[in-house]
């Protein structure tokens, strides 16, 4: 079954710490993306990337770090800059038509909490 | 920038009645519009979407129309189930900017 794969579903951090959340498609899309979700709120967009070895920033990046080396894989390190990173974290995968009537398609998310 | 705008929740209706929630947008040009469901500790699912002017979006009963003339993307249900007791978020995809814009989200809650 084709689809967008998240890991780890729960993923707990002490202050200070690094740690990376993994993505993986099977969809052969060009583009993939990564939202922040806080309760009650919208997503936001930290990072995106529409073809292999290149990224952009989105709306929060600071405090995060991605990597595309793979068309598949597009692994998000919440780092020790960032000052709340507790949220529930998205991703997503599209293909890259050059126009924005492509649907995105979303992972189950990874909750993060920093303890 | 783009914005989206939906009704604050929680909404809370019996089985079988009318459902709507209003979803306004911001955006130049003519930017795709979405409609996403996310139930409990799940991802979002794609609901529906339309991608030009008076274009309907429909999906398991629900439907949209998007209206440029007033910037609109209601979301209506003729006939809700407990099964769709949900978070909605109404999203679009402006010209120029491939990621989502999103709402905020509106709980719908339906009670037997």
């Known amino acids: 079954d084709g689809g967008i794969t998240q890991s780890p579903k729960y993923l707990f951090r002490k202050e200070g710490q690094n740690v990376t959340l993994s993505c993986e498609q099977n969809?052969?899309?060009?583009?993939m993306y990564w939202y922040r979700q806080d309760p009650g709120q919208g997503l936001r967009l930290i990072y995106y990337?529409?073809?292999?070895?290149?990224?952009q920033k989105g709306d929060i990046a600071e405090g995060y770090s991605v990597s595309r080396e793979k068309k598949e894989s597009f692994p998000l390190t919440v780092t020790s800059a960032q000052k709340n990173p507790t949220a529930f974290y998205l991703c997503?995968?599209?293909?890259?038509?050059?126009?924005?009537?492509?649907?995105?398609?979303f992972g189950p998310g990874t909750r993060l909490t920093v303890l | 920038g783009d914005s989206v705008t939906q009704m604050e929740g929680p909404v809370t209706l019996s089985e079988e009645a009318f459902l709507t929630i209003n979803c306004t947008y911001t955006a130049t040009g003519y930017p795709s519009l979405f409609w996403y469901v996310q139930y409990p500790g799940e991802g979002l699912q794609l609901l529906l979407k339309?991608?030009?002017?008076?274009d309907k979006g429909s999906n398991k009963g629900f439907e949209a129309t998007y209206r440029k003339e007033t910037t609109s993307f209601h979301l209506e249900k003729g006939s809700v189930q407990v099964s769709d007791s949900a978070v909605y978020f109404c999203?679009?995809?402006?010209?120029?900017?491939?990621?989502?814009?999103f709402g905020s989200g509106t709980r719908l809650q339906v009670q037997p």
């Open positions: 990337s529409q073809i292999v070895n290149d990224f």
């Open positions: 997503a995968s599209s293909r890259t038509s050059g126009r924005g009537t492509d649907t995105q398609y």
């Open positions: 339309a991608t030009k002017a008076d």
């Open positions: 969809l052969n899309h060009d583009a």
């Open positions: 999203a679009l995809s402006g010209e120029g900017r491939r990621a989502l814009t």
